[in-house]
Each structure stands twice: as structure tokens, then as C-alpha cells.
């Protein structure tokens, strides 16, 4: 044998024994997941049919790494989440909805067009729920170690979504990170937001409407949304700005910003309200934006700026 055969062989070796190490440390950590699930009061019949041998899916480590709302420029994320055909497109789902997102409205006081902004958003009005099994995708994360904790306390809530008897594991289905339905609720926003629509006895947020949409309201409802506010707006900013006034942190009245130079887009004074407002420029681009207190609590759902950003103008372009 060739010295070159020799250290492949070697190297192969090498991988096949780090390979079954890898698989017996995963055997004892599934052991050990089943049995705390089971000391949390998830029913045995659940735990084996979920957690029997669910399945590491390694290309979710990698995405995880790679999410387009943090690695993608704020123009680039807003050049596909406002095109003309989805802005066209939650028109349309406004007026299709309109008697249920009213109803909604009155009952949760959140505007109907952010609703479906957000819906619009999150999944193309329902077109990309996604397909991966939402078990197999906590399993991969909770044992990859990067935000193991976090993962695993989500992959319970999901334990506790399928015991409720709201979706069976099989159906339960949705992104690489665990975000399931129309609206991409993590499993603990599930459980603390989710809301049976329909009245049904059921919480269904992969097919039915008055589920999802109501939801999603109750989402916002319970974060703090003020129904008679706004999000914010796109603003021009007059030369050579003072950029200690960038932040969130940094809260002054309209009126503040007006004397600042501040204007609307199309260089019309701001608002007179009584308000007070933040002035951000995501990366340091050219575009900013003076927010509210309502684009804090879009923040709460997706703590990226391009994600609030563009449910805010998504929604300005569906109410237009």
C-alpha cells in the first residue's frame, strides 16, 4: 500500500469511528430528552411517537446560520418582500377577509392591514408555510449545542401543542427553526398566543382562518400595539445629521424632530401629534426611518429592523 492509500485509509477510519461516537452520543442524549419529557408531563404515547428517532437534519445547522433577515442588506430584503405582486396580493386577501379581519379588529384592536402584513410576511399569505417536520428540526437544533437550551424548551412546547390534540406530529410541519402555519408562531407562541378563532375546541394554524388571523392579532394585542397609532414612517434627513440621534433608545416628541431638520419622505413637515418617535437607520444606509411604539412591538414578534420595516410598509401599501 502507498503512503497516500495508507492516510486515506487512516482518514477514513478516522470518520467512521468519530461518525459512531457521534451516533451513540445521540442515542444518549435522545434517551435522556425522552425521559425529561416524560418528568414534564408529556403523555408516554406522544414522547414515542415523536421522539422514537426523530431525524438530525443537517442542513438546518446550516441554516441557521444564514438567516436572510440578518445576513441580506435592508434593500435586498425589501426588494423581495415588496413586490408589487405581494403587495397586490394582500390587497386582495384584505378585501377576501374582510367581515373576519373587522370582526378581529373589533375585538383585539389591531388594524386589519397589519394583520395581513404580517401574514403577507411571514408565509406569501399562506403559499410557504413550509414542509420540514417540526420535530425532526428542535431535535437537530436542541442537540447541536449553538442554542441548545433554547431549542429544547421549544421542542417541548411542541410536545405540549400535539398533547393539547391541536395538530397530530405528523401534520405538525413548518420552517427549519420550528416556526409553524400561516403566521410562523414558535411553539411558546403558540401556547401563549395561539386562540381558537372558530370556536371549534381547536387550534388550527395551518388551514383555518379564524385561528391564524386571530392569532396573529392576539399577538400584537398582548405586546403592546396602540390601535390608534401607527408604525412610523420613511423620513428624509437634511445634511451632515448629528448621528447620536440614531437609535432606538433615543425618544424625542414630533415636534423635536421637526425642529431637527426631520421631514416626511416628499419634504412636508411631520405630523403634529403629540407623540414621541425614534429615529433609525438600519446599517448605516441611506434610508431612514422615525418609528413608534408600534414598530417596538413588531420588533417583539422578529427582532430584525428589515423584518418590522417591511411589515410596516407592506401594510402602508395595503391600506393605500
Not at 417536520?133 to 417541548?156: C, H, K, M, N, W
Not at 381558537?196 to 400584537?220: H, K, Q
Amino acid at each position: 500500500m502507498t503512503m497516500r492509500g495508507f492516510s486515506f485509509c487512516l482518514l477514513l477510519l478516522a470518520f467512521t469511528l468519530l461518525s459512531k461516537a457521534q451516533a451513540a452520543s445521540y442515542d444518549d442524549w435522545l434517551t435522556e430528552l425522552r425521559q425529561e419529557a416524560l418528568s414534564k408531563g408529556i403523555e408516554q404515547a406522544t414522547v414515542e411517537a415523536t421522539l422514537k428517532q426523530p431525524e438530525l437534519l443537517d442542513w438546518v445547522i446550516e441554516a441557521d446560520r444564514n438567516q436572510p433577515e440578518f445576513k441580506k442588506t435592508l434593500q435586498e430584503y425589501l426588494d423581495g418582500a415588496l413586490s408589487q405582486k405581494r403587495i397586490d396580493q394582500g390587497r386582495q386577501m384584505l378585501v377576501k377577509n374582510r367581515r373576519l379581519l373587522n370582526r378581529i379588529a373589533g375585538k383585539y384592536q389591531v388594524h386589519p392591514r397589519f394583520i395581513v402584513a404580517l401574514w403577507g410576511i411571514e408565509t406569501y399569505y399562506g403559499k410557504h408555510t413550509g414542509k420540514v417536520p417540526i420535530i425532526d428540526a428542535l431535535v437537530t437544533l436542541a442537540f447541536d449545542g449553538r442554542r441548545s437550551a433554547y431549542f429544547r424548551q421549544e421542542l417541548f412546547n411542541a410536545l405540549r401543542i400535539i398533547d393539547a390534540g391541536h395538530i397530530r406530529p405528523e401534520k405538525m410541519k413548518g420552517s427549519w427553526a420550528g416556526a409553524m402555519g400561516q403566521v410562523q408562531f414558535m411553539p411558546s407562541s403558540f401556547l401563549r398566543f395561539a386562540v381558537d378563532g372558530n370556536g371549534d375546541g381547536r387550534i388550527d394554524l395551518w388551514d383555518t382562518p379564524e385561528d391564524y388571523l386571530s392569532s396573529a392579532a392576539n399577538y400584537l394585542a398582548a405586546s403592546g400595539w396602540q390601535k390608534r397609532r401607527t408604525w412610523g414612517r420613511e423620513v428624509r434627513l437634511p445634511e451632515n445629521f448629528d448621528s447620536q440621534f440614531y437609535g432606538l433608545e433615543q425618544r424625542l416628541p414630533l415636534a423635536r424632530w421637526q425642529q431637527l431638520g426631520i421631514r416626511r419622505l416628499d419634504g412636508r413637515a411631520l405630523p403634529r401629534f403629540a407623540m414621541d418617535a425614534s429615529l433609525i437607520r438600519p446599517e448605516g444606509q441611506d434610508r431612514a426611518f422615525l418609528v413608534y411604539d408600534n414598530y417596538r412591538t413588531l420588533m417583539k414578534w422578529n427582532r430584525a429592523h428589515s423584518f418590522a420595516i417591511a411589515v410596516g410598509l407592506l401594510a402602508d401599501e395595503i391600506g393605500r
